[in-house]
């Protein structure tokens, strides 16, 4: 079955900083992989997908995501945070039937000003 | 124009009691999903319907009863509710079922055991 990990609970970066969040998956084929991110209160919105071809992905919000299958790592990243990106993030990896979505624990993700 | 709406936003009940909550999408999508996300924010799939026709179910007592009165509504009805029970409740819509289907969540129904 499929897994992922997000190995941080919790990251503080100060605005304007850069900003990576780990992921890592287990899965025994090419996954299908997606960041969504979760804001007080609101329901989950994509960030990114990646299925297949370039290993670097661009999303909305200025967000890209680098699938590294050797790592079995996709790992989003941000060159200079705002403070609205403070959030919860997810990763999470779409495999087996049915469009079964699974989650990592997700990152909450505080911004200094 | 909300493309996946959920009512209600917040319900609190006794244990014990039977309650409801409504999933709508107007987006045209085949496939809906309903997930529980816990009070450590984990969210985990409960179950998937393509075109009324129940695709996944995960391990999830028969408390829990979806119900698709057609593919655009997905319906969650919980029996005998239990303080375990308390925790945010999520639909999610896609256009199929495939495995690259993006989904697009409502915005929640936070239920609340007492």
């Known amino acids: 079955a499929q897994s992922v990990t997000q190995p941080d609970i919790h990251i503080t970066v100060s605005e304007g900083a850069s900003l990576e969040l780990r992921c890592n998956y287990s899965y025994g084929a090419t996954p299908y992989l997606f960041w969504y991110v979760q804001s007080p209160g609101q329901g989950l919105q994509l960030l990114l997908k990646y299925f297949s071809g370039d290993t670097l992905v661009q999303g909305i919000k200025g967000f890209e995501a680098e699938f590294k299958r050797s790592q079995s790592s996709f790992n989003l990243r941000k060159p200079s945070v705002h403070w609205s990106d403070a959030a919860e993030y997810f990763c999470a990896v779409s495999a087996g039937g049915g469009n079964k979505l699974t989650f990592g624990t997700g990152t909450q993700l505080k911004v200094e000003l | 124009d909300t493309a996946v709406s959920q009512t209600p936003k917040y319900l609190v009940t006794q244990m014990g009691n039977d309650k409801s909550i409504k999933c709508e999408q107007n987006l045209g999508h085949d496939t809906m999903y309903w997930y529980k996300q816990d009070s450590k924010k984990f969210l985990k799939i409960m179950f998937s319907y393509n075109n009324k026709e129940l695709i996944i179910n995960e391990t999830v007592p028969n408390r829990f009863s979806p119900k698709s009165p057609d593919k655009a509504h997905l319906n969650l009805h919980i029996n005998s509710l239990e303080l375990g029970d308390s925790a945010v409740y999520f639909c999610?819509?896609?256009?199929?079922?495939?495995?690259?289907?993006?989904?697009?969540f409502g915005p929640g129904t936070r239920l609340t055991v007492l």
């Open positions: 999610a819509s896609s256009q199929d079922r495939g495995l690259a289907g993006e989904q697009f």
